[in-house]
């Protein structure tokens, strides 16, 4: 983006700058680390209020980071019911989990 200036110094953002950071805040929402939103951004459009990317290639990057998300889901699921055991007093290994 390169918006314009104003003499007092404030930047003026024209509507498509608006709706480019309205799609940033919503991959970055949506999990995505900055240097993925950089390489997709060009590929993903909104449609009917909703995005969607545009490019094969893009389709492949967004289902590869679903799944880095899901396997971080689980992680923590298994780190919660191990603290979960643990303050329960259950016995459990050290190191190992369950």
Known sequence: ???GRLPSGYRVYAEPDVETV???RSLLTAGLSTTVIAKVLPCVTEDGGFLAPTC???RADLAAESGRIAAAIEELERSRRL???IVSGQPVRAGNGR
């Open 1 to 3: 983006m390169r918006p």
């Open 22 to 24: 309205r799609r940033i």
């Open 83 to 85: 603290l979960d055991a």
């Open 56 to 58: 094969a290639e893009t």
